[in-house]
């Protein structure tokens, strides 16, 4: 039998500090998974990063370990959810894209 995959959450508003610490920090929790392969992400991981009934979480595989990501519909720089563009992963809105595109 091989190694579980681990199963990480994160959020891209946690992003920066989870690149500063690249150090997995293993939280000692596990869940099974059920017969449709669901798992309940813990009480405390869903307080501690925000996240609610109906948000979105976004699935990347890295190495052997299933990411887990809070979807941010929201513009990276200003935090408007309006006339949101994706740049890369990133959502931007159209004011912050057009002041990029100016420089200013
Ligand atoms: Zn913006």
Redo the contacts with the bound molecule.
Sequence with gaps: MGQAPDIGVGSYQHEAKLALNMARKHTGMTRKVDDLGRIVLPAEIRRAFDIHVGDLLDISVQGNQIVLGKVEDR??????DVDLIQHHDKL??????KSLAEGV
């Excluded at 513009?75 to 408007?80: P, Y």
């Excluded at 931007?92 to 894209?97: D, F």
């Design positions: 513009c990276i720089f200003c935090g408007t931007v809105c159209l004011v912050c894209r």
